[in-house]
């Protein structure tokens, strides 16, 4: 396979348990673009966890258990360069030297931080101040300086994080044109991420929302979560002759929408189309379709819950890469936070170079 040299950079939270959202809207896109031979970065986002905790949570043996999760997906750490961003404490620097050219009021303009502030509970007095945190505040600096520090060319997110890729973009030129060509700007790629239903029929699949198919449930949970999706509403007729789920579906009651996408993605497109016409006709088959689904759902499970146990699949291996990569992935950063250092006029570390 052809190697290509642009670096790929994308980040991701320590969540732990991984569900279908997750493998739908990002793994599946991790792994192709692995295929594909370009030189991926994907690391654990740990330090933005932190943006939002207000108890302690183990966020090191989520990690460990979703890079298991991971590995056991086909995520393969000799071709992708899986690290941890805590391991790169030096990304924390760059964010402080970011800080220094990154206006507040861009940052207050942040969909992520202005959805947080408008879900504040109301206030009865004005005493308390904006409560919401500096470290929130400012994750996309600390985005920024994920990308930049490794001299990323493509960053793939979902619609999401666009708006923080391009905050990026914007830091990184503000910082060339007020200290010289230092910082690469990179592109962001449109991930085209499915968003997946939640099976509660919500509009998003969410560990907090607590509506997730997980990849690692076993059969029982399988059938046990799929027969308690709620499917007693009537069925909303179907208005155009189209089979393209994103006609159909939506047009569904949202919980039956929600099996019918998992079944989309899973089963061949004649059991689809069956179920769409059983759908059409208004047949009594929801029993069926949940079964159906259940055992399609169960296969694909199957083998990454295997691979997940697997005697090689330890934490000990896991935390053996992300060492091995936090070692390679090191001298390019420092080498970003030196070139920024320098051109800011501080100079370079006397210790570290
Ligand atoms: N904020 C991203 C998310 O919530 C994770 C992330 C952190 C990231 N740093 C990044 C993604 C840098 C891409 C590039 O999904």
């Not at 279908?20 to 330090?47: S, T, V």
């Not at 050219?101 to 009865?124: A, C, F, M, W």
């Amino acid at each position: 396979m052809a190697e290509k040299n642009e670096i790929i950079l994308s980040g991701i939270r320590p969540t732990g348990r991984l569900h279908y959202g997750n493998y739908f809207g990002a793994i599946q896109h991790f792994l192709k673009l692995q295929e594909e031979g370009y030189r991926c970065y994907y690391f654990i986002a740990d330090y933005h966890a932190l943006t939002t905790i207000v108890e302690r949570v183990d966020f090191y043996q989520q990690t460990i258990d979703m890079l298991r999760t991971y590995v056991a997906c086909g995520l393969d750490p000799d071709r992708s360069i899986i690290y941890r961003q805590s391991d790169l404490p030096c990304t924390a620097e760059l964010t402080l030297l970011l800080g220094m050219v990154t206006n507040i009021g861009h940052l207050e303009r942040g969909t992520t931080y202005k959805d947080k502030l408008s879900k504040l509970p109301e206030r009865r007095d004005g005493t308390e101040g904006n409560p919401l945190s500096y470290g929130l505040l400012g994750y996309p600096v600390l985005m920024a300086a994920d990308i930049l520090i490794v001299k990323a060319d493509i960053v793939p997110v979902g619609d999401d994080q666009r708006q923080h890729v391009e905050m990026a973009m914007d830091i990184a030129q503000k910082f060339n044109a007020r200290f010289g060509e230092t910082l690469k700007v990179p592109a962001p790629v449109a991930r085209n991420a499915l968003r997946l239903p939640g099976l509660d029929g919500s509009e998003k699949m969410g560990k907090s929302e607590n509506n997730t198919l997980d990849l690692l449930d076993d059969p029982k949970t399988v059938l046990k979560k799929l027969k308690g999706v709620q499917t007693s509403t009537d069925p909303l007729p179907l208005e155009s002759e189209s089979t393209d789920p994103d006609v159909v579906i939506p047009q569904m009651p949202a919980s039956v929408g929600a099996l019918y996408r998992i079944l989309h993605l899973l089963a061949p497109e004649e059991v689809y189309l069956d179920f769409v016409g059983k759908y059409r006709r208004g047949e009594k088959f929801y029993g069926t379709l949940k079964t159906t689904l259940a055992e399609y759902v169960s296969a694909f499970n199957a083998p990454i819950i295997e691979r997940f146990h697997a005697p090689d699949n330890t934490e000990e291996y896991v935390k053996e890469f992300l060492r091995e990569n936090a070692i390679k992935v090191t001298p390019v950063a420092l080498d970003t936070v030196e070139a920024c250092r320098k051109a800011m006029g501080i100079g370079h570390s006397l210790y570290r170079a």
